[in-house]
């Protein structure tokens, strides 16, 4: 196991101290110059069109396919907001200092924009399945770019990454949490754990696409605001702390103030890993969940991700990494082990008193199951776009079981180090594929703010993109596209 790990960490080195932090910052730029920054000038938008149910679809979209924008919001949600919030955040203090958390707010920003142009894409080429839609980067990738080969690639990686890596880093939590909580750390506690994890999300991840959606658009919303409100808690009761702990977050990340045991360098490389790892911005992920809604225009989706990816890192990771910050006595270490959730249920209880680390372990196994669940879909998105084979599908669904159980049994390091080197290898096809899709991304916006100009509710039917080829739906079959079935209205004009 140490040799793995050693290997392993090797390559995630490389591709995180050099490679991706260049490609992703790099692709940010250049998505938010060509957008005009529509990740910060369209905020008011992506608002509305989270909770946007056209008239149309009221009827019609259970019956016709797709789901609702808010509920394709909280698969991606699901998939994002988990222990990467609580675990992932620790980690990245612990070992990249307090300069990680800027770093990890820079890339959500620059993520915006990647995120509004990768989840547009899955809009536009997605494909009706049955009662559902689906979609992602592998169907972009194959008919946007015509690469089948490519599109097979990264397939897998989302597959094994999501499926696999993915939900054992959340159950590897759920047990650390309860662990701390019960006072127990044996192998037989953790496994039970495990077992009994994976008998629950089997009953779910069994009932398809709209038991995960049903299950999530509740799950999500309320422990996220649970979590955030003893965050907020926290802060108010050190208001006096805040200035300073801000200064010593922006000054370590800049080079204008020392910590020792971790060094600038750590902190961008962690704060990108962690940040990536939380919002998943350009990973190729969220547009999986992006496509199964049934939307008017592509860009309502693209614009619902982007806000997805705020919520996520400038909200939820914020208040985990105020907690830390402002609740404890860090110890930074950047050739150390990585701290998980412990630190921040023991930060929370030096705060609020022993039941904080309780509260934390509730809300975390909550967040986590989740995560089990839109991870799942979005590998099973990709697992069905290689095979339509019941049999594969069955026995991924296996694999991913065990996976849940052996995240509750294996080794911290070694899960964070496999979720690395997944995640390095989606960003790197998946950000080769958007680049040169990009302009078709930005046609669309063209599109959807010429009609909101006119004070229109925005409509897309695929002969608006004349030249753009392999579109199978927005034909005006589904009724959300149909102008004519729904009063209009005007509405404020888009900036």
Same mark, same amino acid.
């Given at each position: 196991?140490?040799?793995?790990?050693?290997?392993?960490?090797?390559?995630?080195?490389?591709?995180?101290?050099?490679?991706?932090?260049?490609?992703?910052?790099?692709?940010?730029?250049?998505?938010?110059?060509?957008?005009?920054?529509?990740?910060?000038?369209?905020?008011?938008?992506?608002?509305?069109?989270?909770v946007e149910r056209p008239?149309?679809?009221?009827?019609?979209?259970?019956?016709?396919?797709?789901?609702?924008?808010?509920?394709?919001?909280?698969?991606?949600?699901?998939?994002?907001?988990?222990?990467?919030?609580?675990?992932?955040?620790?980690?990245?203090?612990?070992?990249?200092?307090?300069?990680?958390?800027?770093?990890?707010?820079?890339?959500?920003?620059?993520?915006?924009?990647?995120?509004?142009?990768?989840?547009?894409?899955?809009?536009?080429?997605?494909?009706?399945?049955?009662?559902?839609?689906?979609?992602?980067?592998?169907? $972009?990738?194959?008919?946007?770019?015509?690469?089948?080969?490519?599109?097979?690639?990264?397939?897998?990686?989302?597959?094994?990454?999501?499926?696999?890596?993915?939900?054992?880093?959340?159950?590897?939590?759920?047990?650390?949490?309860?662990?701390?909580?019960?006072?127990?750390?044996?192998?037989?506690?953790?496994?039970?754990?495990?077992?009994?994890?994976?008998?629950?999300?089997?009953?779910?991840?069994?009932?398809?696409?709209?038991?995960?959606?049903?299950?999530?658009? $509740?799950?999500?919303? &309320?422990?996220?605001?649970?979590?955030?409100a003893i965050g907020l808690?926290?802060?108010?009761?050190?208001?006096?702390?805040?200035?300073?702990?801000?200064?010593?977050i922006v000054g370590h990340?800049?080079?204008?103030?020392?910590?020792?045991?971790?060094?600038?360098?750590?902190?961008?490389?962690?704060?990108?890993?962690?940040?990536?790892?939380?919002?998943?911005?350009?990973?190729?992920?969220?547009?999986?969940?992006?496509?199964?809604?049934?939307?008017?225009?592509?860009?309502?989706?693209?614009?619902?991700?982007?806000?997805?990816?705020?919520?996520?890192?400038?909200?939820?990771?914020?208040?985990?990494?105020?907690?830390?910050?402002?609740?404890?006595?860090?110890?930074?270490?950047?050739?150390?082990?990585?701290?998980?959730?412990?630190?921040?249920?023991?930060?929370?209880?030096?705060?609020?008193?022993?039941?904080?680390?309780?509260?934390?372990?509730?809300?975390?196994? &909550?967040?986590?199951?989740?995560?089990?669940?839109?991870?799942? $879909?979005?590998?099973?998105?990709?697992?069905?776009?290689?095979?339509?084979?019941?049999?594969?599908?069955?026995?991924?669904?296996?694999?991913?079981?065990?996976?849940?159980?052996?995240?509750?049994?294996?080794?911290?390091? &070694?899960?964070?180090?496999?979720?690395?080197?997944?995640?390095?290898?989606?960003?790197?096809?998946?950000?080769?594929?958007?680049?040169?899709?990009?302009?078709?991304?930005?046609?669309?916006?063209?599109?959807?703010?010429?009609?909101?100009?006119?004070?229109?509710?925005?409509?897309?039917?695929?002969?608006?993109?004349?030249?753009?080829?392999?579109?199978?739906?927005?034909?005006?079959?589904?009724?959300?596209?149909?102008?004519?079935?729904?009063?209009?209205?005007?509405?404020?004009?888009?900036?």
């Amino acid at each position: 196991m140490e040799f793995l790990e050693n290997v392993v960490g090797t390559v995630n080195d490389f591709l995180w101290t050099w490679i991706l932090p260049i490609i992703l910052v790099g692709a940010g730029l250049l998505f938010g110059a060509r957008t005009a920054l529509v990740q910060i000038r369209m905020i008011p938008e992506m608002f509305r069109s989270v909770v946007e149910r056209p008239q149309a679809s009221r009827d019609h979209d259970e019956e016709f396919g797709g789901i609702s924008a808010f509920k394709a919001f909280t698969i991606s949600a699901a998939s994002r907001v988990g222990t990467a919030n609580v675990a992932g955040v620790a980690a990245a203090i612990s070992i990249g200092g307090p300069g990680a958390v800027f770093w990890m707010w820079i890339i959500a920003l620059l993520g915006g924009a990647t995120s509004f142009v990768e989840s547009t894409l899955a809009q536009l080429w997605k494909t009706k399945d049955g009662d559902t839609y689906r979609g992602g980067p592998a169907y $972009y990738i194959r008919r946007g770019l015509g690469s089948n080969a490519l599109a097979v690639v990264f397939s897998v990686a989302i597959a094994f990454t999501f499926g696999l890596i993915y939900n054992a880093f959340q159950t590897n939590a759920i047990a650390d949490s309860l662990g701390t909580s019960f006072g127990q750390d044996s192998f037989s506690f953790r496994a039970i754990v495990g077992v009994i994890i994976a008998i629950v999300s089997g009953f779910v991840i069994f009932g398809g696409v709209k038991r995960i959606a049903n299950v999530t658009q $509740y799950m999500v919303p &309320f422990m996220a605001l649970a979590y955030l409100a003893i965050g907020l808690f926290v802060v108010i009761t050190n208001l006096d702390k805040v200035p300073g702990m801000l200064t010593l977050i922006v000054g370590h990340a800049l080079g204008l103030k020392e910590v020792a045991g971790a060094g600038v360098g750590t902190a961008i490389g962690y704060g990108i890993q962690r940040g990536l790892f939380s919002n998943e911005a350009g990973e190729g992920s969220a547009p999986n969940a992006a496509a199964t809604a049934s939307v008017s225009h592509p860009v309502k989706q693209g614009l619902v991700q982007t806000l997805g990816v705020y919520f996520d890192t400038l909200v939820v990771c914020t208040i985990t990494a105020f907690i830390i910050l402002l609740g404890s006595d860090v110890t930074y270490d950047s050739n150390g082990d990585p701290e998980g959730v412990s630190l921040t249920q023991h930060a929370l209880s030096s705060e609020v008193g022993d039941w904080g680390i309780h509260l934390v372990t509730f809300i975390l196994f &909550f967040l986590a199951f989740s995560s089990i669940l839109g991870n799942y $879909y979005l590998a099973e998105s990709n697992v069905e776009y290689l095979t339509r084979s019941k049999t594969t599908l069955l026995i991924f669904r296996l694999g991913v079981l065990f996976f849940v159980w052996f995240g509750a049994v294996g080794s911290l390091p &070694f899960v964070f180090a496999l979720a690395d080197t997944g995640a390095a290898m989606m960003v790197l096809i998946n950000i080769v594929a958007i680049v040169p899709l990009c302009g078709v991304a930005i046609k669309l916006l063209k599109n959807f703010n010429e009609q909101k100009r006119q004070g229109l509710d925005p409509i897309f039917h695929r002969d608006m993109l004349p030249g753009v080829r392999n579109i199978e739906c927005w034909d005006g079959s589904d009724p959300v596209t149909r102008r004519d079935d729904r009063p209009q209205t005007p509405t404020p004009t888009a900036n």
